[in-house]
């Protein structure tokens, strides 16, 4: 237990790098004005909502063009995020509720949706798209180890036989290698409510 507690503290902090470096990268081309989730007057909320996916494919159209080549293969998502996307038509849930941090949460038209469930950690209602190519050189983010993630046996401190402890340790480094393979978007969640649809 403290093991799987110590990995997945660090995969956490290694995500939280990764992220930051990701979202502080993306071109301002592919930048797009948040999605409003209430509808406007005179529209009911199921065509309404049937108006994000057509925002999601624009977002992929500004990597497209920025990137002049590739399309958004892998969604990013905070925790609200998800779940209007969980919500979609064609959304597959993979997601086993076991694991702790950024997980696969399911596919959506084919692409891979990652959810962040942390608010601290990733921007509730941000949507980000990235592109992944075919071979390792085709990607937006990086995680280049040059130690690997790596876990001691248990450490007995002074004469007490409760006082174990375990060390957790890595090294890599994570950049941003082609920041057009990144766009950013955002659900805005203002007066939203479903008493008032």
């Known amino acids: 237990e403290m093991t799987k507690k110590l990995v997945q503290a660090l995969n956490v902090e290694i995500c939280n790098v990764a992220l930051q470096k990701l979202v502080n990268s993306i071109p301002a081309g592919s930048i797009r004005a948040p999605w409003i989730r209430n509808p406007g007057t005179a529209i009911d909320y199921l065509s309404h909502k049937l108006s994000l996916p057509d925002y999601l494919t624009d977002l992929s159209k500004d990597l497209t063009v920025a990137a002049q080549r590739g399309h958004v293969n892998v969604w990013i998502v905070g925790v609200s995020a998800a779940a209007v996307f969980e919500a979609l038509p064609g959304f597959v849930k ?104």
């Open 94 to 197: 993979t997601f086993d509720d076991m694991t702790f941090g950024p997980h696969v949460f399911g596919t959506y038209r084919g692409a891979t949706v990652i959810r962040v469930p942390d608010p601290i950690q990733f921007d509730q209602d941000t949507i980000i798209g990235v592109y992944k190519g075919e071979t390792p050189f085709e990607a937006s983010v990086v995680y280049c180890p040059f130690m690997p993630l790596t876990v001691t046996d248990v450490l007995i401190q002074g004469t007490n036989p409760l006082q174990y402890q375990k060390a957790a340790a890595q090294g890599a480094a994570i950049e941003v290698i082609i920041p057009n393979f990144g766009c950013k978007g955002k659900i805005d969640q203002t007066g939203f409510s479903y008493a008032s649809i």
